[in-house]
Each structure stands twice: as structure tokens, then as C-alpha cells.
């Protein structure tokens, strides 16, 4: 079982955001569901620096806070399906804004990363992700 090293800071509502979408593929996921009911799998299969253990946690994180909701259908084998909140639904527009700065300064942004992935270690930087 995790147990949290941290306490949870709560005050203003930059705190709430990290809380809620701290986490390295939570906007991801959330820019993948926005375009329509997706399987995990298939989230999955859209974050291929992720594994399938990390997305699941992560659609968990996002279920119990609200931004997504799970559907399980009785088959078999059983079909599990995410969708977008209202609250979830919120947040498309901000999260196309930040992807459209992040393409917009990617330049700028890669070379700054690169830099400090050089003075932290010798491995090459990672392949850039698919949007």
C-alpha cells in the first residue's frame, strides 16, 4: 500500500491543479479521452512511454478526483471504457492551450531539456512522444 512522505498542500488553486494533475501522462490521458470513450488498451497503446500499470493508476487518480468516469460493461471477457466528466470536460480547453504553447516554444523548450539532461547525466534525451 502507498503511503504519501508528503502532506497535501491545498491552498490557492495552483495547489488543487498539481494535486489533481500532477503526474507525468494525467494530460495526456485526458487530451485521448477528450477525443472519445477509449479502452485502457488503447490508452495504453497512444502512451508508449507509459506502461500499462502507470496508465491504470493514473485513470484511477483521475476517476477518484472527479476529471473522468469509468464504465464496465457485463461481458464476457469484461469491457472497461473512460469518458470525460463534466469537470474533466473543463479542462480540454486549457490542456489544448498548453499543448499549443509547448508546440509553439518547442525549440526553445527541447533545447533547454536537452541542455539539462546533458549536465545530469550521459544518457541521450528521450525520443519526443506522439501528441
Known amino acids: 500500500m502507498y503511503i504519501r512522505k508528503t502532506a497535501v498542500n491545498l491552498n490557492c488553486g495552483l495547489d488543487l491543479v498539481a494535486e489533481v494533475l500532477g503526474g507525468k501522462w494525467k494530460t495526456r490521458l485526458l487530451y485521448f479521452i ?8 488503447e490508452l ?14 493514473q485513470l484511477k487518480e483521475l476517476e477518484k478526483h472527479e476529471l473522468v468516469y469509468k464504465t464496465i460493461y457485463a461481458e464476457m471477457p469484461p469491457r472497461v471504457e473512460y469518458q470525460l466528466s463534466a469537470l474533466g470536460r ?18 526553445q523548450l527541447r533545447q533547454a531539456i536537452e541542455r539539462q539532461l546533458s549536465e545530469i547525466t550521459d544518457v541521450p534525451p528521450p525520443a519526443p512522444l506522439p501528441r
Open 44 to 57: 495504453h497503446r497512444r502512451i508508449p512511454g507509459a506502461t500499462l500499470r502507470v496508465v491504470l493508476l
Open 34 to 41: 477528450a477525443q472519445g470513450t477509449l479502452r485502457p488498451g
Open 90 to 107: 473543463s479542462l480540454v480547453p486549457l490542456v489544448d492551450t498548453l499543448g499549443q504553447w509547448g508546440d509553439e516554444h518547442a525549440p
